[in-house]
Structures are given as structure tokens and as C-alpha cells.
């Protein structure tokens, strides 16, 4: 299955400023899924991101807000821009792994705005 | 829309005292259910996948069951190194826009296992 590299690990941000998280893969994958895990709350799709489209964003994000580059088959990156306070979360990126394994997901990002 | 509900939302068990995790969930086709572990400042790891009802996975002290309304994630005579937060998530048939079948997610189930 693939293993995905993510970082930073964890940031504390100034608010108005902007984040930018990078996703290795060490395989090729077509689709990569960005996530957001709020205390006590079940993860959430922001995006899927294909190589070479743009990213399709879920209701609720915007790409002004959370843009996102897909410029290989191994990387991605998602940005949080403007940062407030209510974007303090802990960030995901995810990969379909191979039949009947589910998906495999970063280590994460948790992001304080401050 | 696909729904998934996880109880409880927390679960304290001594050693060795064994239980079980519920997750209940409503999708338009089940494509698979999922159950991951997820350790504090980590990343969801992958557990079982269950496609089908009267369907059960074991590993180690862990076993995952399938009805056609819920699931069970059952714990034996668990360790403390059983501590973490256990996640459930249905893929459903929809296909979303981008093609791709996204899982849906419950809150989970933090569970503390005293020595």
C-alpha cells in the first residue's frame, strides 16, 4: 500500500496569513483527497484533487480559500489562506490504497491560527 | 446522503476487560464499510474493510462485524496499547463530481484502556 509523506507535521499561524501543506506519495495515484478533522469531529472532505484538472471542492470550501496544485502523480498541496482562528484544525491527505484496504492517510497537520 | 453514527463517543475499560464499539450508519449502497485506528497527532491507519452483511474480520484482539444497519468493532481482553480513537466510515455507491466514491466518516469512539 502507499505510504504518504506529509508536512508540516504541526504550525502555529499568525491570522491573515497563509499555510501551505505538502502530500509525497511513493506511488503513483491518480486521486488525492484533503481532508479536515475538527475536535471531536469525524473527518471531512475539502477536496479531491486529480493530476492535471482542477481540484473538485465539497460544499462548504472554496478554492479561494483552500487552493490546492496537483502537479504530478505523487504530489499535491493544499494552501489555508486568510487564516482565522476557526481554521485551527488538524489536516489530512488521503490516497485510495489497493482493493479492501480502505484508504491511507497522512500523519497530518495541525494548524493553530493565533 | 450516507450517515454514519459511532457509540459510544468514549469508552474507559480496565485491562482485560473486553467490549464492543457501534457504529450505525444509512448509505445508498454499500460499496464497503471501513473501521481505522487513530493515534493522537497521527493519521487514520486502516483496520478492516466489510463488504457485505453476516461478513467478520479478525486481528489480534480485534473483530469486526456486518449487519445490513450497523457494525460492531468487538475488543478482547484489550491492553492498555489498545488506547486510541476507532473510526468508521461507509463508502457508498454515489458516485461524486471528480469520480470518485468518497467514504463517510463517523466522530469515532475514543477508547482508554487502564492497566
Known amino acids: 500500500s502507499a505510504v504518504i509523506s506529509q508536512k508540516p507535521s504541526r504550525d502555529i499561524c499568525q491570522r491573515g496569513t497563509s499555510l501551505t501543506i505538502q502530500c509525497q506519495v511513493d506511488s503513483q495515484v491518480t486521486m488525492m483527497f484533503w481532508y479536515r478533522q475538527q475536535p471531536g469531529q469525524s473527518l471531512t472532505l475539502i477536496a479531491t484533487a486529480n493530476q492535471g484538472s482542477e481540484a473538485t471542492y465539497e460544499s462548504g470550501f472554496v478554492i479561494d480559500k483552500f487552493p490546492i496544485s496537483r502537479p504530478n502523480l505523487t504530489f499535491s498541496t493544499l494552501t489555508v489562506s486568510n487564516m482565522s482562528p476557526e481554521d485551527s484544525s488538524i489536516y489530512l491527505c488521503?490516497?485510495?490504497?489497493?482493493?479492501?484496504?480502505?484508504?491511507?492517510f497522512g500523519s497530518g497537520t495541525r494548524l493553530t491560527v493565533v | 446522503e450516507d450517515q454514519v453514527t459511532q457509540s459510544p463517543e468514549a469508552l474507559r475499560l480496565q485491562e482485560g476487560e473486553s467490549s464492543s464499539l457501534n457504529c450505525s450508519y444509512t448509505v445508498s449502497g454499500l460499496r464497503g464499510l471501513f473501521w481505522y485506528r487513530q493515534d493522537p497527532g497521527k493519521g487514520p491507519e486502516f483496520l478492516f474493510t466489510?463488504?457485505?452483511a453476516g461478513e467478520e474480520k479478525e486481528k489480534e484482539r480485534l473483530k469486526a462485524t456486518l449487519t445490513k444497519k450497523e457494525s460492531f468493532l468487538h475488543i478482547t481482553a484489550p491492553k492498555p496499547e489498545d488506547s486510541a480513537t476507532y473510526l468508521c466510515?461507509?463508502?457508498?455507491?454515489?458516485?461524486?463530481?471528480?469520480?470518485?466514491?468518497?467514504?463517510?466518516f463517523g466522530r469515532g469512539t475514543s477508547l482508554i484502556v487502564h492497566p
Open positions: 488521503s490516497v485510495e490504497a489497493d482493493k479492501g484496504y480502505g484508504y491511507t
Open positions: 466489510l463488504y457485505s
Open positions: 466510515a461507509v463508502q457508498g455507491a454515489s458516485l461524486r463530481q471528480g469520480g470518485s466514491y468518497i467514504p463517510t
